[in-house]
């Protein structure tokens, strides 16, 4: 990429990846600055990925560390896995963000503050005693203290109608500014950005391209601001490219699938953190016949689901782990009635309100056993945010090609999540094709295909097909109510098959790394990336160490035990206090597994990951 | 019956009969179940009504009620305790050319059910909601449910209830609901009448029926059904016409002031004209509540068509917002989406 500033005669170096972490007040637009930094980055040529962290508050008392907000990015030249956990760059716009994120700067790490924000006031909020600006605590950094809003105010000083507060306002495009001088980015895309937001409104456009301008004149003078650093691009597959976040990501899914499948999509669900921006997302697409059903609690989204399934749409609900505890008994009523049916669970920390905006791996027990009776459903994990994408989609394929509700379990940290999406053709997809009844034979609502069992569907409104089912136990084929004990028995153990033999369609479950390693890693969800990138730097330096990530969990690949059979030490690591280490236990007792857990609504760290694989490669 | 039905369900080509209806179950009602006089009344309207069969759809929840959709042969979903208003607004919203008919109870609806209950009548979907209201809970046996009369003694309350019964009417008006009606279990014809009527309705029909549990909950609305008396305590409301009952048809309502006032015609100077004349369509709900609230042994307790007033459905305005965004959207499919936006070759 070329130099931006043709006159810049700092000197360059050059890096593989750089995290970048911007922290502030709710209402100090830390959320924007961070999305236009990462969509300029992408555009320049670099892989990526993104995470908001705000508070569940919407605007939290200000200076507080309860109101503080952040965004993080690890942008690169190679694959980018994860967000990172320590960064390279802290943009801390007030003292309670220093004071809150400070630990999360590597020693040495580029420390970007407001000094105009710290004050005897607002110091003393954030529980500091003493000015960090002087009193040695940011000695292990390079920081700069830049008297951010005095630069803004002087810098709109010539335009006209803007008034103080509205320059306040304008406070982040100027660190945005600082940024992309230091990291050797282009303002053009934030300048289309403007023109785009602003076009109506003339006077904030000039004053963020101002401001931004100013922000990058600023780290091009300033004398503690002694180097350039360049990220050159990433290599790619070449292709088009997006940015996307789980949840819209996962809407997404749905929606390919309803497209693939021939069948209205409907969505009947209730806002809760932090599934809600599925529901946001597929509202909006209405041109595509997108059918939103806002419903008044989790048991009706879920039942609307069920109803708009028994009438013919591709229906789906989503929710998070307390809704999910909801629509319990109503999963039971799709899996007696055995109609397609798509949840989708955006987990966080629980039990109860536990942590909304908080991400864990804790319900996985949940999916697979939080049902009366026994209620056999698929369960499948997306591991990335684009992952989101292809997981939507295909659970949606197999919940309609083998009638069977099913869940996909995502996580707040994916769902608020982005990463770079290579977008796809729909003709790249596989098509969809459920099991319809013939409507010029005898209908029968419990008659199956006898590969699958999947029973055929008949919708309400196709002549010869009128038939009655519903939350009774009915007898096979004929489908009549009935308490006859071995009828029931045979439904059971048919629910139970007809899910089990999806395994035969399913790929493989597969090993990053060799057979005759010394320890496998096993994960699910969103620890595939950084459990990944530290395995990858564990092999860098010839330690022995394989990872197996699952994504198919009900059922599991038909290698799984063959697979795990082959490892000495075999280690699980999970946000939650051991699920599925408990389930591989259950299912395949023979092998000796051990656990990684953390269970503090954040992500692991390479380094905690790295610090356990070498303390289990130690034992005997 | 006053005219046709108008909408954009199909109809069957020719005539149908009861016979199109009637489903191979056994029917396992308790021999003398005012279900079973529920039962017949659908039979006989559905073919009134018309619509090809395949396009009814019967979703219930559970109780004694809720094992309505076996018995008639149409699609039908038996659903879970209080949830057939969300599972019928699902079936309706994903396929607004059906008939979609929710059989209830008092316990299903107004207890389990009772936020699914209030919120569909708000959203006004047009489904025909028939509410079995025996006042107890019979498929468990015996316990007192939302509607039982304050002190019932029931297997839950040995020594009475202490809460206050749920009026169906006043909740559904209080819920904004655009169509109520109310019939007796002993009466077919009427029945019959108002299920027309609620199937003609656009919106959300209720239709409370007042039911006798002959095990649990025997003669719990003889006050209004007994032949002896039932003249007397029935005002079976005709739109247009003045609200007149009685043997001898010598009694009906007047407004007074702001109540209702049973008065006698020819009595105290009282002609026909003073009389209430009955308005289904009315916007304001105001006559209708106080419609709703009659009771004997003060006042009659009214039957048919209480309200049938016009409101945009919701099906209609869903159905209207996508062909709108159709037609202006400038996503056509998944391929547009998947690349408007900010996107970049790499």
Redesign the interface.
């Known amino acids: 990429m070329s130099k931006v500033n043709k006159t810049n005669e700092k000197p360059t170096v050059e890096k593989s990846s750089i995290v970048v972490k911007f922290v502030g007040d709710s209402g100090d637009g830390m959320q924007l600055t961070g999305t236009l930094f990462a969509?300029t980055a992408?555009?320049s040529?670099n892989d990526l990925a993104t995470f908001p962290d705000f508070p569940a508050e919407v605007r939290a008392p200000q200076n507080t560390i309860a109101g503080v907000s952040g965004f993080q990015l690890q942008f690169g030249h190679e694959k980018i896995y994860s967000v990172g956990d320590m960064c390279d760059a802290l943009i801390a716009m007030n003292p309670a963000s220093m004071k809150a994120h400070l630990k999360w700067a590597k020693k040495g790490a580029l420390i970007i503050t407001d000094a105009d924000a710290f004050n005897e006031k607002t110091i003393e909020k954030a529980g500091y005693t003493s000015n960090p600006l002087d009193d040695g605590t940011l000695e292990p950094y390079n920081i700069i203290k830049a008297p951010i809003t005095t630069l803004t105010k002087k810098a709109l000083e010539g335009v006209e109608g803007m008034d103080n507060k509205q320059a306040l306002r304008s406070r982040n495009m100027f660190v945005l500014g600082m940024l992309y001088f230091i990291f050797d980015k282009p303002l053009k895309h934030t300048y289309e950005f403007f023109e785009t937001k602003f076009k109506n409104n003339p006077v904030a456009l000039a004053a963020n391209k101002i401001v931004l301008k100013s922000g990058f004149d600023y780290a091009e003078t300033v004398e503690a601001i002694h180097q350039v650093i360049t990220v050159p691009?990433a290599p790619?597959?070449?292709?088009?490219?997006?940015?996307i976040t789980g949840n819209v990501a996962t809407a997404?899914g749905l929606?390919?699938a309803a497209?693939k499948a021939r069948r209205?999509l409907?969505l009947?669900s209730y806002p809760i953190t932090p599934a809600t921006e599925i529901l946001m997302e597929l509202t909006k697409?209405?041109?595509?016949?997108i059918?939103t059903?806002q419903?008044?609690?989790e048991?009706?989204?879920i039942?609307?689901?069920?109803?708009?399934?028994?009438?013919?749409?591709f229906?789906c609900t989503t929710t998070s782990g307390p809704g999910l505890s909801l629509k319990s008994?109503?999963m039971g009523?799709a899996v007696i009635?055995e109609l397609p049916l798509v949840i989708v669970n955006v987990q966080r920390g629980g039990p109860s309100t536990g942590l909304p905006t908080k991400s864990e791996q804790s319900d996985l027990l949940q999916a697979l056993y939080g049902r009366n009776g026994e209620a056999p459903m698929i369960v499948m994990a997306a591991s990335t945010p684009v992952d989101c994408f292809y997981a939507a989609f295909e659970i949606s394929k197999l919940s309609l090609e083998h009638m069977t509700p099913a869940i996909l379990l995502t996580e707040g940290y994916l769902g608020f999540g982005s990463e770079l999406f290579k977008?796809?053709?729909?003709s790249e997809l596989p098509d969809i094709n459920p099991p319809y009844a013939d409507p010029k034979k005898e209908y029968k609502p419990y008659e199956r295909n006898p590969d699958t069992l999947a029973r055929y569907w008949a919708?309400?409104?196709?002549?010869?097909?009128?038939?009655?089912?519903?939350?009774?136990e009915k007898t096979n084929v004929d489908g009549?109510?009935s308490t006859d004990p071995h009828n029931h028995e045979l439904m059971v153990q048919i629910r139970e098959e007809k899910v089990q033999r999806i395994a035969n369609i399913i790929p493989d479950q597969e090993v990053f790394g060799d057979e005759n390693d010394d320890l496998l890693v096993v994960t699910w969800g969103s620890t595939l990336g950084v459990v990944r990138k530290a395995i990858e730097e564990e092999r860098a330096q010839g330690v022995k160490v394989a990872h197996t990530h699952f994504r198919y969990i009900y059922p599991l690949p038909k290698n799984t035990e063959q697979l795990l059979s082959k490892y000495k030490k075999i280690l699980v690591c999970e946000l939650n206090n051991g699920q599925l280490v408990k389930y591989l236990r259950l299912n395949f007792p023979h092998i000796p597994y051990k656990q990684k857990n953390k269970v503090q609504g954040q992500p692991f760290t390479i380094k905690e990951l790295k610090d356990e694989f070498t303390k289990i490669l130690k034992e005997k | 019956m006053e005219g046709p039905i108008n909408n954009t369900i199909?109809k069957a080509s020719g005539k149908l009969t009861k016979e199109d209806f009637i489903?191979d179950?056994m029917v396992k009602w308790c021999p003398g179940c005012g279900a079973h006089f529920i039962l017949n009344a659908v039979e006989k309207v559905f073919p009134e009504i018309g619509y090809?069969?395949?396009?009814f759809?019967i979703?219930?929840g559970?109780g004694c009620s809720s094992r309505f959709?076996?018995y008639v042969?149409?699609?039908?979903?038996?659903?879970?305790h209080g949830?057939a208003?969300?599972?019928?607004?699902?079936?309706?919203?994903?396929?607004p050319?059906?008939s979609v008919w929710i059989a209830t109870g008092d316990g299903d609806s107004m207890a389990i059910g009772g936020?699914?209950f209030i919120?569909i009548v708000r959203r006004n979907i047009d489904v025909n909601i028939l509410l079995f209201n025996n006042q107890i809970y019979g498929l468990t046996k015996g316990q007192f449910s939302p509607t039982s009369p304050m002190g019932s003694v029931t297997k839950t309350s040995p020594y009475g209830t202490i809460e206050k019964p749920f009026n169906t009417g006043g909740l559904v008006l209080g819920a904004q609901g655009t169509f109520f009606a109310r019939a007796v279990d002993n009466n077919i014809p009427l029945m019959t009448k108002i299920m027309f009527q609620a199937a003609k309705h656009d919106g959300t029909s209720v239709m409370e029926i007042m039911q006798n549990c002959i095990v649990f909950n025997d003669q719990c609305h003889s006050a209004i059904t007994d032949k002896e008396f039932r003249d007397e305590t029935q005002l079976i409301l005709e739109h247009d016409k003045p609200m007149i009952f009685g043997k001898e048809k010598n009694k009906g309502i007047k407004l007074d002031g702001t109540q209702l006032r049973v008065v006698e015609i020819g009595k105290n100077g009282i002609t026909e004209s003073d009389i209430l004349v009955h308005d289904k369509y009315c916007q304001d709900p105001g006559i209708h509540r106080m419609l709703v609230r009659m009771a004997p042994p003060e006042y009659p307790m009214a039957l048919g068509v209480i309200r049938s007033a016009f409101a945009p459905t919701y099906d209609d305005m869903?159905i209207e917002?996508?062909s709108?965004?159709?037609q202006?959207?400038?996503?056509?499919?998944?391929?547009d989406?998947?690349?408007s936006?900010?996107?970049?070759?790499?």
């Not at chain 1, 790619?236 to 940015?243: D, E, L, P, S």
């Not at chain 1, 919708?459 to 009774?472: A, D, E, F, N, S």
């Not at chain 2, 090809?52 to 396009?55: A, D, G, Q, S």
């Open positions: 969509e992408a555009l040529g691009k790619m597959v070449k292709g088009k490219y997006r940015n997404w929606m390919a497209e209205h409907f009947g697409h209405k041109s595509l016949g059918r059903f419903a008044e609690d048991i009706a989204g039942c609307s689901a069920i109803g708009a399934s028994f009438a013919g749409a229906a008994e109503a009523l009635t977008i796809p053709k729909m919708v309400p409104g196709t002549p010869g097909l009128r038939h009655r089912i519903g939350g009774l009549f109510v | 199909g489903s179950q090809k069969p395949e396009n759809v979703v219930s559970i959709p076996y042969n149409t699609y039908g979903f038996h659903g879970i949830r208003h969300p599972i019928a607004s699902g079936v309706k919203l994903a396929n050319g059906l936020n699914h919120h869903m917002q996508i709108q965004q159709r202006s959207g400038k996503i056509r499919s998944m391929d989406l998947l690349n936006g900010d996107t970049w070759e790499m």
